[in-house]
């Protein structure tokens, strides 16, 4: 007798496809958003300026360096969504090579040596595993996402420590600072495109809340992971996993 085939578990099709859904209709919303903020402010400082020109009133150039700044937001933002969408979409194919460690680490680290420099903050690096094999510009973009935050929100003169390390079957990245903490509820969502913790202040600070999205897809190209530990007022540790 010919058993039946093993009916789908119709339920949970149904809610993983209402969560799709409603992630899609959430990043529409999200996206929408993010691209309003910047360009109500360029197309509010272009009128004003226009009628300045008209009125024979000198214009302002202050208004100008909004107008630049907003504009080179936008620009990051757009940049980012294409990024994000080429990784995830595996559009984007790797090109993996032999890293020196070290070499990449302290290339990155010169690229935010002047924000880490205006903030005094102090960069550690510890190298135990000289090589890795994965895509450079892919990695570089792990390393400065995550410096890049650990310098944006921890108070001055803060220190970072990057660590390579080998563990079991994987090399370990490391990057521990001693700066705010996160606290445990919000470390769920952290990953999540356009998730900030003080959307203000990270707005403020040029932030779009996609560079750990960026993180966690780049990190599962390579087969990997990445995971956060923290402690409020004590600091915060970023681990990506690469497997050999
Ligand atoms: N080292 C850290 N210490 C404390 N909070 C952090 C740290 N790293 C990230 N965060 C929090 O996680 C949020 C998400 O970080 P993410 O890098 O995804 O976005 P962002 O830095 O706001 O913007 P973007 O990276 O797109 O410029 C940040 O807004 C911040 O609130
Ligand atoms: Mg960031």
């Known amino acids: 007798m010919k058993t039946p085939p093993v009916a789908p578990d119709y339920p949970d099709v149904i809610a993983a496809l209402k969560k799709a859904e409603q992630m899609r209709i959430e990043f529409v919303a999200n996206v929408s958003h993010e691209l309003r903020t910047p360009l109500t402010s360029i197309k509010g400082y ?3 300026l226009l009628q300045d020109l008209e009125d024979g009133r000198k214009p302002d150039p202050e208004f100008l360096k909004i ?4 504009s080179n937001r ?3 933002l757009i940049n980012d969504l294409l990024d994000l969408s080429a990784i995830e979409s595996g559009a984007d194919e790797l090109h993996p090579a032999d890293l020196n460690l070290m070499e990449i680490t302290q290339h990155v680290i010169k690229q935010l040596e002047p924000f880490a420099e205006a903030k005094r903050t102090t960069i550690n690096v510890s190298v135990d595993t000289p090589k890795l094999n994965a895509d450079p510009k892919r990695l570089e973009q792990v390393l400065t996402n995550l410096i890049d935050n ?3 929100y921890c108070p001055n003169q803060s220190t970072i420590t990057i660590q390579w390390s080998h563990e079991q079957n994987d090399t370990v990245l490391r990057v521990m600072d001693n700066g705010p903490g996160i606290a445990e509820k919000f470390l769920d969502r952290l990953f999540e495109r356009f998730y900030r913790l003080d959307k203000g202040r990270s707005r403020e600070m040029g932030g779009t809340g996609l560079g750990l999205s960026i993180v966690k897809h780049i990190m599962q190209r390579h087969e990997g992971s990445v995971t956060v530990e923290s402690d409020v007022g004590v600091g915060t540790t970023f681990i990506c996993r690469f497997p050999d």
């Open 46 to 48: 272009t009128e004003t």
């Open 67 to 70: 107008i630049l700044k907003n």
């Open 74 to 76: 936008l620009l990051a």
């Open 150 to 152: 650990a310098i944006k």
